[in-house]
């Protein structure tokens, strides 16, 4: 709660559960920098942050996410969908994140996540009303946006996951559901 008080909302009541939910907008595609589902279930399991310093200064609650996609395609719920994780500035508080078992160059995205993802979005969009589909190395090209709301202006990280051809698969396979990109045109008003 109090990372959420600090960074979304300063009138957030940390005695109020209520303030963790949310009304999801934004599906946010991640990829994991290791081998496994179990070493990402290791880093997401803990409450509270461990290791990367450059991310305690913002907070010592955990990062998550709400999905993981193991390298077969395998997906794996850790959190509801409609409660607020910690796995993108400035969108928290109305993204859902799917985080894929992997990177770019040793443990490369597979086809079965790229079908798992698309599977994933079409389901969260008849589930919410879900606008965006972005991919976390995008998530600056947000701000501007009403969507994003960041209360500390010093506090952005650069990304590169999961990168562009994966998330032009992904979107290539859910182009039926018309979801925004971030940074288009039509991205400065509220849907």
């Known amino acids: ?3 959420l008080q600090t960074h979304n909302n300063a009138d957030l009541s940390l005695d109020d559960p209520q303030g963790t939910f949310m009304e999801p907008r934004v ?9 496994s589902a179990d070493s990402a279930w290791n880093i997401f399991a803990p409450t509270r942050l461990r290791g990367r310093t450059n991310l305690q200064d913002a907070g010592a609650l955990n990062v998550s996410a ?11 719920q850790l959190m509801e969908t409609t409660r607020i994780g910690r796995h993108t500035i400035g ?19 597979t086809e079965e996540q790229v079908q798992t993802n698309i599977d994933l979005v079409r389901w969260l969009a008849s589930q919410h009303e879900i606008t965006h589909l972005i991919g976390h190395h995008e998530y ?29 698969k992904v979107w290539d396979g859910v182009a039926e559901l018309e979801l925004q990109r971030a940074g288009s045109s039509s991205d400065t008003e509220r849907p």
């Open 91 to 109: 969108l928290n508080h109305l993204s859902i994140g799917i985080e894929n078992v992997g990177d770019d160059e040793r443990w490369p995205l």
């Open 140 to 168: 600056q090209e947000m701000e501007g946006h009403a969507y994003f709301k960041e209360l500390d202006p010093t506090y952005r990280t650069v990304k590169i996951d999961p990168g562009d051809t994966f998330v032009q």
């Open 1 to 3: 709660m109090r990372y």
């Open 27 to 35: 599906v946010v595609l991640h990829w994991t920098a290791g081998s």
């Open 66 to 76: 709400h999905f993981i996609v193991d390298r077969d395609g395998t997906p794996y």
